[in-house]
């Protein structure tokens, strides 16, 4: 007794409590008109109670006279508080007497009773700091903050305790569970690897996807990782080293490799959902099921973070989640074979939405996802799955994940793009344009996700493409043009074309739609930006078809007939051709398309140039008749194009290519009598009409897709003639057969030909020439002399650091 009353009661929380020690009775301390000479004469022997080893020693004839004679002094002032004093000394009489004769019983239910009370303290005490913890947050709200990201366990209190205030959680049985836990790491540490059997994978599949258990979804995800690093360490001696960790596999066997890869990839996310989410559902609706709430999952809808970092289990989950994804990320820096990686990147598609609370994790992921998706451009078709997956799998993080992701994603993507369409001659240009083609198409799609953060991204990158065009105007050198005249800046070019003729008729898309007027400004600048415009004609056409895709996209006028007409200047197409040494070929061998510019000796000078470019010549201003001809300017609009048309049928000597521009002629001449009908009866002037197709008819496609059929059209046609490329002796044939007609019309001609045609021409060849020799003095040189702050061009080395 002593003992216990030395170190106190112990409460259900495990902790010591002091007991302080009582030298007067509550009963007459709480007394407040007793007289002063009592208390003197009680206090002045405080250990009555205490100096004795029991309570049945105590004397108890002195301390009944002390008491009389204390009743008598109070009687005499006050008879009503001597009465209450008497029947408290007798009451205090049974219970010393009590305590003399049940000793043990006192004892036992004074520490019954003390416990309660520490717990009603402890209790009392939890209450009164939640109180000062609220008054607190309002008082010092940043404070409170500080203290619910750094410490939030200190703002907790009463959590341990349920809703009838016992504890959920014995602390005894804990601190027995983390011993265990540590005698059981001790006792795996420097044991030698398990191997994975059937059997133990078996096992692992019951405790895991059955009984739910976290320590087997633990070892199944060790047994994952082994398995990830399996190519890692080959020799037998390094299999049968004891690991450190003590928890490592062995796997032997092929089939259970693949079973475990199937199995972690496939069904380790229904784990993850069932610790993090699943309970929380469970909970609340009871019918619902957990392989209900897996059907129901959006694999692009977000997770919060402060949802998983609030579940029960999520200090034991999250290191397992966290081994998971760095397994998955080495496998994937590790595999080579495309169709084990494409297994990997579609299972992903379930464990994406968990990166929300790994930062770092999402970062390497998108990593990773990207040095797939850029792979080098002449992979194997095998490959284009992969690539195809690890765009689905970055779009899915750029969704998923918390907002500045998604620029990290823009950029990213956009940088391995730009390294990526570095071509070098045209052979490579022929190979590598399709996968190029599909990797913009990948950017349009992710930009077109959130415009806002896009057109940052967008205006800053298509600076970069004005500072480098001003940098060639400025320096005039050949590097300086190099940087210009390549097909990374036309591929940038047609990436962001793409891009804002996506953004364009959306209503989202209005900040986007302000861009078209710069990066047209930059379109024309480079067509203007030629050092020998002759040699550089293939360069002019995708400039040209750039123009025209973004005025079909935004319905607007972006006139492209100046860059066309002038090209009717030019000498080379009115001289008669050269013949190639080496006998005749396919006069229909280049594709303009893949070219940037023509080689430095006779450009335009050979058949097998002047036909595919007056071919392209005809097919961009045919279609920039088509997009035009619903306008109620075309009658004005098409005069220079009629005039010029009518001049060349006169000086050319292919009867071809006067038939082509008769076409021409005739199709401006129809669609002129239609504007002029249609606009008669438009209630407001040509000039006052603000809808630049006011005079199409209702049915009739937009701009946007009549511009899409004759693409779609030229490209089945452009697809017939390269699978069916005439032979040499065809072409000579035909050459032979086309030949005196050519001949006896050419000669025709230059007889019948007079003075003044000659004189007319020699002065349009001058005229051409100055034109040439003036071509960088366009822009003032005011504008270009301003400096900029932003550094000039873009880093797209291949190294990303």
Not at 559 to 578: G, R
Request: glycine share 4%.
């Amino acid at each position: 007794m002593k003992t216990a009353l030395d170190k106190g009661t112990v409460t259900k929380k495990g902790k010591l409590r002091k007991r302080k020690k009582q030298t007067v009775p509550s009963n007459l301390s709480s007394n407040s008109k007793r007289p002063a000479e009592t208390t003197e004469n009680l206090t002045s022997h405080p250990d009555d109670f205490t100096s004795r080893e029991n309570l049945g020693d105590l004397d108890l004839d002195d301390f009944f006279a002390t008491v009389a004679e204390s009743i008598e002094k109070e009687e005499e002032e006050n008879s009503v508080s001597s009465v209450e004093g008497e029947a408290d000394l007798e009451s205090d009489d049974e219970q010393a007497v009590g305590a003399s004769k049940k000793p043990k019983q006192e004892d036992s239910v004074s520490d019954s009773d003390r416990s309660n009370s520490d717990d009603e303290d402890v209790d009392n005490a939890e209450a009164r700091m939640k109180e000062e913890m609220a008054k607190m947050e309002k008082a010092d709200p940043d404070f409170h903050k500080f203290l619910k990201e750094n410490e939030e366990s200190l703002l907790e209190f009463g959590d341990a305790h349920g809703e009838n205030g016992e504890d959920n959680v014995d602390t005894e049985t804990l601190d027995d569970e983390v011993i265990e836990n540590e005698k059981e790491g001790e006792h795996r540490k420097g044991q030698p690897a398990v191997v994975l059997t059937p059997v133990v994978l078996k096992a692992l599949y019951q405790g895991t996807f059955v009984s739910h258990g976290v320590t087997s979804l633990k070892k199944l995800v060790s047994a994952y990782r082994a398995a990830c690093h399996l190519a890692d360490s080959t020799s037998e001696d390094d299999k049968k080293a004891p690991r450190e960790d003590g928890k490592d596999y062995i796997i032997e066997s092929s089939k259970v490799f693949d079973q475990l890869m199937l199995l972690c990839l496939n069904r380790c996310h229904e784990e993850f959902r069932f610790h993090l989410l699943g309970e929380e559902k469970a909970e609340n609706e009871e019918e619902i099921t957990i392989e209900t709430t897996r059907q129901e999952s959006d694999e692009n809808k977000p997770i919060n973070p402060s949802k998983l970092s609030k579940s029960g289990k999520w200090d034991n989950i999250r290191p397992i989640i966290l081994s998971f994804f760095r397994s998955t990320l080495h496998v994937l820096d590790e595999a080579k074979e495309p169709e084990l990686v494409t297994v990997i990147v579609k299972a992903l598609s379930k464990y994406i939405p968990f990166l929300s609370a790994f930062e770092r994790i999402a970062e390497g992921m998108l990593k990773a996802l990207t040095a797939l998706w850029s792979a080098p451009l002449d992979s194997s078709e095998d490959y284009q799955v992969v690539r195809l997956n690890a765009f689905f799998r970055i779009r899915q993080l750029a969704l998923t994940q918390p907002f500045p992701f998604v620029e990290t994603c823009l950029k990213k993507i956009y940088l391995a793009y730009a390294r990526r369409a570095k071509l070098g001659v045209s052979s490579s240009a022929t190979t590598a344009m399709p996968t190029l083609t599909f990797m913009g198409n990948c950017l349009v799609e992710l930009y077109s996700l959130d415009y806002h953060s896009s057109y940052q991204h967008a205006f800053v990158y298509i600076r970069q493409l004005a500072l480098l065009l001003r940098a060639a105007m400025q320096k005039k050198t050949k590097e300086s043009f190099q940087q210009v005249f390549c097909w990374q800046y036309v591929h940038c070019l047609k990436l962001w074309v793409a891009v804002l003729s996506q953004a364009a008729p959306t209503d989202d898309g209005a900040m986007m739609r302000s861009l078209i007027f710069p990066l047209t400004e930059i379109i024309q600048g480079t067509c203007r930006l030629v050092p020998a415009p002759v040699r550089h004609v293939p360069m002019r056409f995708h400039c040209i078809r750039l123009l025209q895709q973004l005025a079909a996209a935004s319905e607007s006028f972006i006139p492209t007939t100046s860059f066309l007409l002038e090209c009717l200047d030019w000498k080379e197409w009115y001289l008669s051709p050269k013949k190639v040494k080496g006998g005749g070929g396919a006069t229909r061998g280049l594709q303009m398309q893949y070219l940037l510019k023509l080689g430095k000796d006779d450009a335009l000078r050979t058949q097998e140039q002047l036909e595919p470019a007056i071919s392209e010549w005809f097919v961009l201003m045919q279609r920039e008749i088509e997009l035009y001809r619903y306008s109620a300017g075309f009658p004005e609009f098409s005069i220079r194009i009629v005039q010029r048309l009518k001049l060349f049928c006169k000086e050319t000597r292919n009867a071809r290519w006067r038939t082509y521009a008769r076409g021409c002629i005739d199709t401006c001449d129809r669609y002129r009598v239609e504007a002029v009908a249609g606009r008669a009866k438009l209630q407001e002037a040509p000039k006052d009409v603000n809808r630049l197709e006011c005079l199409r008819p209702h049915g009739v496609p937009a701009m946007g897709n009549r511009l899409q059929a004759d693409i779609d059209k030229e490209a089945k046609a452009l697809q017939a003639s390269q699978s069916a490329v005439p032979s040499v002796k065809n072409c000579n044939k035909r050459k032979s057969d086309d030949g005196p007609e050519q001949d006896a019309a050419g000669n025709e001609e230059d007889k019948t030909e007079s003075k003044s045609t000659k004189r007319r021409r020699k002065k349009k060849e001058a005229a051409a020439k100055k034109n040439q020799n003036q071509e960088y003095e366009i822009v003032g040189e005011e504008v270009l002399e301003q400096k900029d702050q932003v550094k000039e061009g873009i880093d797209w080395s291949d190294d990303e650091d």
